[in-house]
């Protein structure tokens, strides 16, 4: 093809998308809302995997002391934990402490008279010596009659994979709900676009240009449809990691700022997450636009 | 050049528009097609352009079967072929030189030979000094010669004009018969409908006349013979000068 050829191709292209910018605004919004939504999804899913990997390296477990237990039998326990080989630390907290700290955390008017009826358990919290000990340690502890409950880190990896299943799940129903809702407005403004066009579209039939040739135009604003959208979703969900990893680096809660040490950094998917963007911008929109000349263009 | 073999026509409604044509007009020639409306005149001219296949028959067209003529070839078809209507077709938002040279520019033509073609084409329609007026700016007459102006950039072989003269003042529809006439002096073949008479007496042409979807007369050949392009003016080599 010739470059002349091509250059009025392009503006052509370019032309349609201003002279129906209404439409092509709605294309280009949900194509980059969907876009955007697929980005999150995926971004969290990593970081999940991350925070997974990162929690299953800690070796604190958290054993939760049965509500009815005697001290008789409280003195029993804290025998047999202090006596395990595979521990490297044993800490007690006791209900009346448990309380004390919410108090100072939560203030004395909340927690009024939780002295009476204190709802907290008993508590230790134990370490392991070697972290591949963890899950045995665990059940060990879970089997004890006394014990309530045991909280181990992969109970909690556990709760975040689930989360992120969740998630997954939801957000590929709205994912796919939105691609469909992509396709079918921007196959709409292409059919518009033709219909604008069509007194030009008729010509070029009679004056022997080819099929290719007369679709070209309607294809490229497809395409510039997804380019815009990978675009706009690109930085934004920039912006929005960017945010939320400041938000979580600030709190004071040594939890989530440890959390927070475990989320990948942008610098590292910032490649390929916008190379996806694009590709899938891409692909979308020049399915929207084929689907609709398929239909409308018979040349 | 053309040629239809027991062509018959009928639309999915069941309009039959073309009954048993048999119809032949040799390079060169220039053929009025006569007849009321409703007769199938512009049904045989879209046969002609491969924008309707016959329901039964065989047409040949400038060396191409159209029978068994491939989709994808049909823009070669078109390519040998200048087409005029009626309601002009001119694209509004573009000037009278735009429009021409838009017949090149979709067709793989170089910006170099379109800056050649295209002057020498309007001045041969005598629209040099109306290149960069829009469409509305002008007459209906003008606007005719823009649209034949954009049928014969292409270099075209066969001229086809469905009803050219339907929206000009009579005087002016013989300037765009005159136009053909000239053009047809140089070899390019010419298939006019018109459902004017004094054009038909005027130009004493070849008449087909078509009634019912059948050709109900036909004068055969007759007017200017054959004759080449000596001076290659049609053929855009004059315009290398
Ligand atoms: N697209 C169409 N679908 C159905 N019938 C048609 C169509 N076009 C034309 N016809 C019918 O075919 C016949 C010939 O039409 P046409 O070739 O347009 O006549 P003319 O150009 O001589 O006035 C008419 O009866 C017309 O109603
Ligand atoms: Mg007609």
């Known amino acids: ?65 049965s509500d009815s237990v005697t001290d008789a039998q409280l003195a029993e326990l804290d025998d047999t934990i202090k006596g395990m080989e595979e521990l490297a ?18 203030g004395e008017s909340l927690l009024a008279g939780f002295e009476e009826d204190n709802p907290y358990p008993d508590m230790y919290s134990v370490t392991v010596k070697n972290i591949g000990d963890v899950e045995r340690v665990s059940q060990t502890l879970a089997e004890m009659p006394e014990v309530e409950q045991v909280r181990s880190p992969e109970e909690f990896a556990d709760v975040l994979v689930s989360i992120e299943k969740m998630v997954t799940v939801m957000g590929a129903l709205v994912v796919i709900v939105l691609a469909v809702v992509s396709l ?8 518009i676009a033709v219909f604008n066009r069509r007194r030009e579209v008729n010509i070029m039939k009679y004056v022997g240009a080819r099929d290719s040739f007369i679709r070209l135009p309607f294809v490229i604003q497809g395409v510039f449809f997804g380019i815009l ?39 590292t998917i910032w490649l390929p997450l916008l190379v996806s963007f694009g590709g899938a911008g891409i692909v979308t929109g020049m399915i929207g636009s084929l689907l609709s000349l398929r239909k409308h263009l018979k040349v | ?22 119809l032949h007009i040799d390079k060169g020639e220039f ?19 491969c924008e309707l296949t016959p329901t039964s028959g065989n047409i040949q067209v400038n060396g191409f079967d159209l029978t068994t003529l491939k989709r994808r070839k049909i823009p070669d078809l078109r390519r040998t072929l200048g087409v005029v209507f009626q309601d002009f077709r001119l694209i509004d938002s573009m000037n009278v030189y735009e429009n021409v040279a838009f017949a090149l520019r979709v067709t ?25 007026c829009m469409p509305r700016e002008l007459s209906g007459g003008e606007q005719q010669r823009v649209a034949l102006a ?13 009803e050219p003269t339907g929206n000009i003042d009579p005087a002016l529809s013989y300037e765009i018969v005159e136009l053909l006439n000239e053009i047809n002096r140089c070899g390019t073949t010419i298939l006019m409908v018109t459902h004017q008479h004094e054009l038909v007496t005027r130009f004493p042409k070849r008449v087909i006349t078509i009634e019912n979807g059948t050709i109900a007369s036909d004068t055969g050949r007759r007017g200017t013979p054959f004759q080449a392009d000596p001076a290659g003016i049609y053929r855009g080599e004059a315009s290398l000068v």
């Not at chain 1, 630390?89 to 939560?106: D, P």
């Not at chain 1, 079918?184 to 059919?191: D, E, K, L, P, Y």
């Not at chain 2, 050049?1 to 048999?22: P, Q, R």
């Not at chain 2, 793989?108 to 290149?131: C, F, H, N, Q, W």
Request: with cysteine.
């Open chain 1, 1 to 65: 093809m010739r470059s002349g050829s091509l250059r009025y191709l392009f503006r052509e292209g370019v032309r349609s998308v201003w002279v129906n910018r209404l439409m092509s605004a709605a294309s280009v919004g949900v194509l980059s809302a969907c876009l955007m939504l697929i980005g999150s999804a995926v971004l969290l899913a990593a970081n999940v995997k991350s925070m997974v990997g990162f929690v299953g390296q800690q070796n604190e477990i958290i054993v939760v002391v």
């Open chain 1, 89 to 106: 630390s044993v800490k007690f907290t006791s209900k009346e402490q448990a309380l004390i700290s919410q108090i100072e955390i939560y």
């Open chain 1, 184 to 191: 079918v407005i921007i196959s709409n403004t292409i059919r």
């Open chain 1, 229 to 267: 959208s990978a675009l706009i979703a690109f930085f934004v969900v920039w912006a929005g990691y960017s945010f939320i990893y400041a938000l979580l680096a600030q709190n004071g809660s040594p939890w989530i700022a440890q959390a927070a040490a475990s989320i990948i950094p942008f610098e």
């Open chain 2, 1 to 22: 050049m053309v040629n239809f073999e027991h062509v018959t026509m009928i639309y999915d409604n069941g309009a039959v528009a073309l009954k048993d044509i048999n």
């Open chain 2, 31 to 49: 053929a009025f097609i006569v007849g009321a409306s409703g007769a199938g005149k512009s049904t045989l001219m879209k046969l002609l352009m």
């Open chain 2, 108 to 132: 793989d033509t170089s910006s170099k030979m379109i800056r050649r073609r295209v002057p020498y084409i309007l001045g041969l329609v005598e629209l040099s000094d109306k290149a960069k």
């Open chain 2, 150 to 162: 954009r049928a014969l950039v292409n270099n075209p072989a066969f001229i086809i004009a469905d």
